[in-house]
């Protein structure tokens, strides 16, 4: 799904649960913003930056996401990637690192 497809900057989401009033703040500064699956192949030529949503459950535990997104950065590409909640998490875990669950 595309929201205002003449903004910018184009703005991919991955979508592990997104609240929408995440893309309501990205639409509201004029961005344009694409929203695609939590498994969906990540192709840094459609935008500008790349944002992880926020969603439930183990992080671990999205394999497919996680692979997608250290494919992604072992490309070198030089685009800016933003998480928030899991999206940081899952950002971690492809870059190596690990991850728990506090208290």
Known sequence: MVYNPSGSPRITVIDCGLKYNQVRCFLSRG???????????IDPETF???FISNGPGDPGL???TISNLRNFMA???LKPI???CMGHQLLAL???CSTYKMK
């Open 31 to 41: 961005a344009s913003v694409q929203v695609v699956p939590w498994n969906h192949p």
């Open 82 to 84: 933003f998480g928030i």
């Open 62 to 64: 999205c394999k497919e």
């Open 75 to 77: 490309q070198g590409n």
């Open 94 to 96: 492809a870059a190596g």
């Open 48 to 50: 500008d930056g790349l």
